[in-house]
């Protein structure tokens, strides 16, 4: 059996499959931040069943088989996770890099065209963007005869306002946060920030809506469902700008691993604008980079609809380093 994983800042997902790495035995979800540790998440899944490989995708870098969560209080450990066990080989990688691995397995119907096709599965860099809890990048590059994965931590870089709005939310967010990472603002939490800058600049909201939101249990989830309603000009505005802002990422991270075959992007708030997103607003962001415009034209985008993607990527990690 293989032990596969894919752990972010809200769900953790662990699967079983067989050696080849893809025949699926089970699958489960828990709610990562009820657990102290991964381990005793892994625990649970497990339930005494004995695996003899596993990949776990983690949201963080990964430095020396080992990983500090960055959005959860979790330290994992290839060597105390295959000890505790008894599992002969135990990997961790990014997230973002089994998910690119996982993106590349995926056929046309866990697809939705973005921009001018499908990303290659040869012969060009490939890209994956990911916004969720956090808001992961990776790259698998093409050395001319197979993909090496590149993982990265570039969520973690400055967020710069590129516009007269860009500078607002910068200034809006720093108030808040020592560091305004990109992160900040294409995540979990940002959405609901921006929403939050647009009515402090003076736009009214009813307070039918202003309750509606004030009382939901996730805030990001009220205003994108107000925004796909046509409920909420406001909250439509918020989530156009949340678009916007991260086609503009997702061009800036194509150029800087010169992703020609292409671009993934995956995560449930991605999944959740899904209409927004292929309506043509982040595409024209995407692309709206001077004289490299032509270039990014070209780029096959598309969103990931699969929620096994971290999944399927991480069992093809395993069954690797199992054969």
Known sequence: ??????????????ALFA????????????????????????????????VQSACLGI?????????????????????????????ARVRLVNDLVAIAYGAMALDSDSLTKIQVGFPRKEGANIAVIAAGTGL????????????????????HCDFAGRDELGRELSRFFQKRYEH?????????????LIYEHFCEKGAHESPEITEQIR??????AAITELANSGKSEIAARAVDTFVELLGYEAGNFALKTLALGGVFVVGAIANALRDRIVDGVFSRSFIDKGRMSGLLSSVPVALVTSTDIGLIGSAHLAALSHN
């Open 19 to 50: 050696d080849d790495g893809k025949t699926l035995v089970r699958k489960g979800d828990v709610e990562s931040q009820r657990f102290s540790s991964a381990t005793t998440a892994i625990e649970l899944f497990l339930n005494g069943q004995a």
């Open 1 to 14: 059996m293989i032990l596969a994983g894919d752990i972010g800042g809200t769900h953790a997902r662990f």
């Open 180 to 192: 305004v990472s990109v992160e900040r603002v294409l995540s979990g939490s940002g959405l609901a």
């Open 215 to 220: 009382s939901a249990a996730d805030r990001n």
């Open 59 to 87: 949201a963080g870098p990964v430095i020396s088989g080992a990983c500090n969560a960055t959005n959860l209080p979790w330290r994992l450990s290839e060597s105390v996770i295959a000890a505790q066990f008894g599992i």
């Open 136 to 155: 992961g990048e990776a790259a698998l590059i093409w050395d001319g005869r197979r993909f090496v994965p590149l993982a990265t931590e570039g969520g």
